[in-house]
């Protein structure tokens, strides 16, 4: 049954860059990837710059089912836009496969994802907020037991201490039907997305201590290793900011 979900696959793409070329790739991919990806279908959520790694680029895509993935990727890839720039943008990175296939954790679970208008083209520097993304390796598919958890846990948790909306993933099992874009396979993950309103904002909730005393401890026997946590500033053209 065909879902009417528009983020029921997404990707969450972590780009290792050349020194000093993430503005380059910005500005490249906010003037000419942002419409021309979303012109075959797809929904380019949000990129972000790391505020702990300066040579990283991450940024979020989704589509509507698995087919819809096949069709707009065969449809950007196989374009003009992409044809005229990508060895310009592939100049500019080192490693381009650090890409989680993602679905949403339960029914519901991106239902928090912001729908603002994104800035006009030629706008320049950041946008409002600051995106915690908290990937959790798991020792297996996440089971209803862990989603319980995160549900009535974590997410609590994360309201209380200030972030503004949350959206939760697992890795998508289905095979990669475009296999000119490689994704990592076989590593179950738990994924949240939380958004605060700055870095303050976020730091105060780190200052708590509620995550390590209302969580981590219950979470431990899921995990298969320690979470991946990136702070993420939204740029000038991201649609998903506070």
């Known amino acids: ?31 000419e990837f942002v419409e021309t990806q979303e012109a075959q279908g ?20 989704s589509f509507a089912d698995m087919q819809a993935r096949h069709r707009a990727l065969e449809g950007f890839y196989g374009g003009p836009v992409w044809a005229a720039h990508r060895n310009a943008a592939n100049a500019t990175m080192i490693d381009s496969d650090n890409v989680r296939l993602l679905c949403p954790a339960w029914p519901g679970a ?26 959790y390796p798991l020792r297996e598919p996440a089971t209803p037991q862990l989603l319980d ?27 990669n039907t475009f296999v000119r874009l490689p994704v990592r396979e076989g590593e179950p993950v738990l994924v949240g997305l939380a958004l605060f309103g700055d870095e303050a904002a976020l730091q105060s909730f780190a200052d708590s201590g509620a995550w390590a005393r209302d969580v981590v401890p219950g979470l431990s026997p899921w995990l298969a290793a320690e979470p991946e946590v990136l702070r993420l500033q939204p740029t000038a053209r991201s649609a998903l900011h506070a």
Do not use: K, N
């Open 42 to 61: 797809m929904r380019v959520l949000g990129q972000f710059r790391d505020l702990d790694r300066p040579d990283q680029f991450v940024w979020l895509r």
């Open 1 to 31: 049954m065909p879902t009417t979900d528009p983020h029921a696959i997404v990707e969450l793409r972590q780009y290792t860059l050349q020194p000093q070329q993430r503005e380059v790739l910005i500005d490249l991919f906010e003037r």
């Open 149 to 175: 958890f995160c549900r009535h846990r974590m997410v609590p948790t994360l309201l209380r201490g200030g972030a503004r909306q949350l959206a939760w993933f697992c890795t998508e099992h289905s095979p």
């Open 110 to 135: 991106t239902a928090a994802v912001p729908q603002h208008a994104r800035p006009e083209p030629g706008a320049q520097g950041a946008t409002a907020g600051l995106l915690q993304v908290t990937i």
